[in-house]
């Protein structure tokens, strides 16, 4: 659907009340604002309104198809949107407020608006943990459609500064809470009888969610898009990407993993929640280095390194 966007001259501001007020002054009168959570930087906006979400598509470029995750405040905000079945709740009280999203039936008066489900009859929500998100809902009163605050298909923001290359002049403000903690976007699955279907991986692993379940997680396969992160190709630099790189070429941004030579290292330690936290600004630096192509070492495929892994080879396509 086209859009057209706005031009803004960009104020990015550190945290405080003052800010926050601002920001959310913003957000009631139908604009998106640019907020950290725990995972990425957001771009939130009223998710009862429309228009609002409307100018969230715009400002990134997004396919409407694609859905959006609404975050709340508390888990009564979330009663009022979508319906709760017993794993839903188990993994509520497990992993909420936190990194874990969860694609639900929507009520039959949901006030979230259906562009933000791009019309499912199912809804994303999520709980984040980070005080500034949960401070801004808050302050607006209302639930917030929140993708990553980037160009769509465009690598995920990981700092403020990563906002300001990539939207500034397309939305009005940003908030400026230093880098956040997880550096990947939120785990999404979708509960069902019997099982979880693991939508997207993230920080929150699929043994995690087993354990506090108590059901089997199995891979989503063969269906369309039903929640946000599932675009083939996404979280993308401009240069070529090669994956599992163990000797790099003198024309690559090498971004290593554990002991050896990297223009940038995930985690000279070999520790995979640190790579995670890395991952995002280590993609930032390498795209807009002098050279003209990124290679990336192997990653181990367990715990969060399912959630790297997948991330690197959506942006490789």
């Known amino acids: 659907m086209p859009h057209r966007v706005q031009t803004f001259v960009t104020q990015m501001r550190p945290y405080d009340d003052a800010s926050l007020a601002e920001a959310a002054t913003l957000i009631r009168m139908g604009e998106p604002v640019a907020a950290p959570t725990e995972t990425v930087y957001g771009l939130a906006a009223d998710a009862t309104n429309a228009a609002a979400i409307a100018r969230i598509y715009a400002a990134k470029g997004r396919p409407s198809f694609n859905p959006l995750i609404v975050h709340v405040a508390d888990i009564a905000m979330a009663r009022r949107l979508v319906a709760f079945s017993p794993s839903a709740e188990a993994l509520a009280e497990a992993f909420w407020p936190g990194a874990l999203t969860m694609v639900l039936p929507r009520l039959p008066d949901c006030p979230v608006a259906d562009l933000a489900s791009a019309g499912l009859r199912t809804l994303a929500v999520r709980l984040p943990s980070h005080p500034a998100m949960r401070a801004l809902i808050a302050a607006a009163g209302v639930p917030l459609a929140a993708p990553s605050a980037n160009h769509s298909g465009g690598i995920s923001p990981t700092r403020a500064s990563h906002v300001l290359a990539s939207l500034g002049g397309r939305i009005p403000f940003i908030l400026d809470a230093g880098a956040t903690s997880d550096g990947v976007e ?132």
């Open 186 to 317: 939120s785990t999404i699955v979708r509960p069902e009888a019997g099982r979880i279907v693991l939508l997207r991986p993230g920080p929150v692993t699929a043994a995690m969610i087993e354990d506090a379940a108590g059901l089997p997680v199995v891979q989503a396969s063969g269906e369309g898009i039903s929640a946000p992160g599932q675009l083939e190709s996404h979280y993308a630099p401009s240069k070529p990407l090669r994956l599992n790189c163990i000797a790099p070429a003198a024309d690559q941004y090498h971004i290593g993993f554990g002991p050896g030579p990297s223009h940038y290292s995930l985690s000279a330690r070999g520790d995979l929640v640190e790579a995670a936290a890395n991952l995002f600004a280590a993609l930032h630096e390498a795209d807009a280095s002098t050279l003209s192509r990124i290679s990336v070492a192997p990653i181990p495929n367990e715990g969060i390194g399912v959630a790297i892994n997948d991330r690197l080879k959506r942006a490789a396509v």
